[in-house]
């Protein structure tokens, strides 16, 4: 997410100007560390049965939200400590939950079927912003990417650097509807959008005034340099 709305785990350019990232991005996330694996012999497979769980760097409920998991979403557990269980989603984004966030049952995903995650994505319009939330309740931007293709059955990848390089890099000039606008140095994305086309995207933004996902011009957008990708097979 950025300021702009994203989450990227790279690090701005130190060159870059103050107008380089959409307003309230931040530097890169650090992931959450990997599980000491001494003593576990196996993993477990369990359910979300919140609505929607925060999904936290560390065991700790101060620790920053990193993503969040949704009613039904399999989760693998991969350590306990605590009352809380480190995790790793079925989009292999590692975390940890609460225990008492998580339970047996069939999991719930969707089915994979035809769409048009832009018009998945506009199903969040005027939803605030919120770093690491995947709801209508909260949502960074590539947590709409992220949604948008869910909601069509489709698991990609969580954060906008990680969105960025599943993409082939393509020209503006043949950008059509859907594809996305990446900011940020090469393979290092901090924000991403979806573009409309006709100079417009759609997109989750932290911007002072606006902080929701909106859709708007792209010239509104400060943060710099800025690329277009497509995710194939869409």
């Known amino acids: ?90 989009y292999d984004y590692p975390g940890w939950v609460r225990e008492d966030a998580l339970g047996s049952g069939d999991p719930q995903l969707p089915a994979p079927r035809e769409g048009d995650p832009v018009a998945e994505a506009r199903a969040y319009l005027g939803a605030p912003y919120e770093w690491g939330g995947l709801s209508e309740r909260g949502i960074d931007c590539s947590g709409l990417v992220h949604m948008a293709y869910r909601r069509l059955g489709r698991l990609i990848p969580r954060d906008a650097h990680q969105q960025e390089v599943a993409a082939i890099e393509i020209d503006k000039a043949e950008a059509r509807p859907g594809d996305l606008v990446c900011f940020g140095d090469h393979g290092r994305a901090h924000h991403i959008a979806f573009w409309l086309g006709q100079g417009r995207i759609l997109h989750a933004t932290a911007r002072e005034g606006v902080n929701a996902v909106v859709e708007e011009p792209l010239e509104n957008v400060d943060a710099r340099p800025v690329r277009f990708a497509r995710l194939t097979n869409r």
């Open 1 to 90: 997410m950025d300021a702009g709305g994203d989450r990227s785990r790279a690090r701005p350019d130190p060159r870059a100007g103050p107008a380089a990232r959409e307003p309230g991005s931040r530097p890169a996330r650090r992931a959450a560390r990997s599980p000491d694996r001494r003593g576990l012999t196996t993993t477990q497979t369990l359910i979300c049965r919140s609505g929607v769980a925060p999904v936290r760097a560390a065991p700790d409920d101060s620790s920053e939200q990193v993503t969040q998991a949704l009613a039904g979403e399999p989760l693998t557990i991969e350590e306990r400590r605590g009352g809380w269980a480190r995790i790793r989603t079925a």
